[in-house]
């Protein structure tokens, strides 16, 4: 049990990651194999489908002490004929188009069960939708998201209206992120407490009209 | 800088709820209606699909001194999206074939755009996925989970496994966050920060593999 706040051993995160792997029903823990180096994970060996991937790579980011994480697990090749990059590609379409958060630009194309994402949106967390399609569809092992935003101008107030957007979030109470504007890219530095915040984070910058890059400087300690 | 723990007015909430909903890209705030009580807020209106009424209450349980949330949106699809129910079902079912990964005896059926789920599943994650999988299927107004979970054996380490799961989390002070286990139904009961935490320490319960219910009493003090 160690109080936040003081330094946890890499040997330590690597058990509670073991831990929480084996903790969580959605992932087979066994083929799964956790490397520590000054908090910076990194999750090798095979995994049955592409969610129980991301299942794997959440379980990982909400262990305490996990600053950054490094996914090199593998998606095993379905056995036997019946996912082929036809039947995939079939899903996508019918995944896409009944899809009530993806606009009809958006295509897939599958090659050897990697799935590739693109066309053009007007907002990011479209190209998030699209991706968690792909996600969810049995025999992905790969997913490529192309997916580009349409041109947008830049603005005078979109510093400071993604800081307002990230004050009132309940998770960044207290954290003191940096944002900083250069045209319509956004620039986000400081240290949050969890990969939760720093993901909620991202996403009120990507709330702004006028933006169309993010560069990510956020780290994830528990000191903040 | 803190500004945690200084308490904000229900006026404050009132405003950074809809600030917060004028931001948020997949939402049209011009038809929700919020009304905030003692940190309370109460969210009503029409929108046109389900997935902007998810988007709406998740943007307003985001926000810094928001407490709990009464969701009484309703989804009113546009004439031209109204689509039968059979053509929804049959969508459903093909979005559960190709995901491959749902238990067989989980089906839906669908009553006039709401989508009910019966069945039964190993893991809450699966319930989980199964209302994912329904929530963005175009026409769907509303989902009703009625997936059961397989009977399971209680065991005697229950609250101690779970306590040992909230102590993992980094978003979490388990410290102040009690977990009572009475065979397989866990009581969470204390207090976390935020609504977010709030649900990690439920998702905590739920992995366990002898719990059948989880109540989750946990009240957010920002």
Do not use: C
Request: charged fraction near 25%.
């Amino acid at each position: 049990m160690t109080p936040s706040g003081t330094v946890v051993s890499d040997r330590q995160i690597q058990q509670h990651v073991q831990d929480e792997l084996r903790w969580t029903p959605d992932v087979d823990a066994a083929g799964i194999g956790v490397a520590v180096e000054d908090g910076a994970v990194r999750l090798s060996g095979r995994v049955d489908s592409y969610i129980e991937r991301v299942a794997a790579v959440r379980a990982a980011l909400r262990v305490r002490g996990v600053s950054t994480l490094v996914d090199d697990l593998e998606v095993r090749r379905p056995v036997g004929g019946a996912v082929t990059d036809a039947s995939i590609a079939e899903a996508m379409e019918h995944g896409l188009s009944w899809s009530t958060e993806v606009p009809a630009t958006v295509q897939a194309t599958v090659r050897d069960g990697v799935v590739t994402l693109r066309g053009e949106v007007d907002w990011d967390h479209q190209r998030a939708a699209a991706r968690r399609i792909a996600e969810h569809v049995g025999g992905v092992r790969e997913i490529r998201n192309r997916i580009t935003l349409s041109l947008r101008a830049s603005a005078e107030e979109t510093a400071s209206s993604v800081r307002r957007a990230l004050r009132r979030n309940a998770l960044l109470a207290g954290t003191d992120i940096h944002v900083a504007v250069t045209g319509t890219r956004v620039t986000l530095t400081g240290a949050v407490r969890t990969e939760l915040a720093r993901r909620q984070a991202i996403s009120a910058a990507w709330g702004s009209p006028n933006v169309t890059a993010i560069e990510d400087r956020l780290t994830v300690t528990s000191d903040v | 800088m803190k500004t945690a723990g200084m308490q904000r007015t229900d006026h404050e909430i009132l405003q950074a709820v809809r600030d917060e909903l004028d931001w948020t890209p997949d939402v049209d705030a011009a038809r929700i209606g919020v009304a905030v009580d003692h940190g309370g807020v109460t969210l009503t209106g029409e929108v046109p699909s389900y997935t902007e009424r998810v988007a709406a209450t998740r943007a307003a349980l985001r926000v810094h001194g928001v407490l709990a949330l009464a969701d009484e949106l309703i989804v009113n699809p546009p004439a031209a999206g109204i689509l039968t129910d059979s053509t929804i079902a049959q969508a459903i079912e093909h979005a559960f074939e190709y995901a491959g990964t749902l238990p067989s005896t989980v089906k839906a059926t669908v009553s006039h755009g709401r989508v009910t789920l019966t069945g039964t599943a190993d893991w809450n994650y699966e319930r989980a996925q199964a209302r994912r999988l329904v929530r963005g299927i175009k026409g769907a107004r509303d989902v009703l989970d009625l997936i059961e979970l397989t009977p399971r054996a209680s065991a005697d380490a229950t609250s101690k496994r779970i306590h040992a799961a909230l102590l993992r989390n980094a978003a979490l002070d388990a410290q102040s966050i009690h977990v009572t286990a009475e065979g397989t139904r866990v009581k969470l009961t204390g207090t976390v920060r935020s609504i977010a935490e709030r649900r990690q320490a439920e998702l905590a319960a739920w992995a366990d593999p002898n719990v059948t219910a989880v109540d989750n009493q946990l009240l957010v003090a920002p």
